[in-house]
């Protein structure tokens, strides 16, 4: 497998799989880490040489010319959700990084949502809640910091309403 599959693979478990100072860092429920880290296991020094390149480079291998990359500008909906994402905790970086990875998200069709862009969302970044806690079947309205900026399907996921002068993600 190549890694591109293999992140794909991990992201229909809802996983992500990221490279934190040459080392790779699992994200997702506690289960599918799991499985992830027992598929990925192999294949680590691949997907650290492959994490390790510019994110360019990796979308030429996996994404159809048309798709956004990173040494593209931002465009006014990939700067809006950054903005968001800055209010709600995350440093710029991260903050464009999470909105870099939603473009793709929707130039994929993929339906599914990262709980920062929700509505129900409320507190900091070091105590988040979700309102609709009940309907995500969560055991509690209290957010592990972890799974704000995985994708995941959310039966309680509303989109968040704009106030006047804001600008839409």
Request: aromatic share 4%; hydrophobic share 40%.
């Amino acid at each position: 497998m190549t890694p591109a599959s293999l992140l794909m693979e991990c992201q229909k478990v809802g996983v992500i799989v990221e490279l934190a100072s040459g080392a790779l860092k699992l994200k997702g429920q506690p289960d599918a880490v799991h499985f992830a880290a027992s598929m990925l296991r192999p294949f680590k020094d691949e997907l650290v040489r492959y994490l390790d390149q510019p994110i360019a480079e990796q979308l030429a291998h996996v994404a159809p010319p048309c798709q956004a990359s990173s040494t593209a500008p931002p465009d006014d909906t990939t700067r809006a959700r950054a903005a968001l994402f800055r209010g709600r905790g995350l440093n710029q970086a991260a903050a464009m990084v999470l909105a870099h990875r939603l473009t793709v998200r929707d130039q994929l069709r993929d339906e599914r949502r990262v709980c920062l862009e929700c509505a129900h969302m409320a507190g900091t970044a070091n105590a988040r809640r979700c309102g609709q806690w009940r309907q995500t079947r969560m055991k509690g309205p209290a957010m592990p910091a972890d799974l704000v900026d995985v994708l995941q399907r959310c039966h309680g996921f509303a989109i968040r309403v704009l106030r006047d002068g804001e600008a839409s993600p």
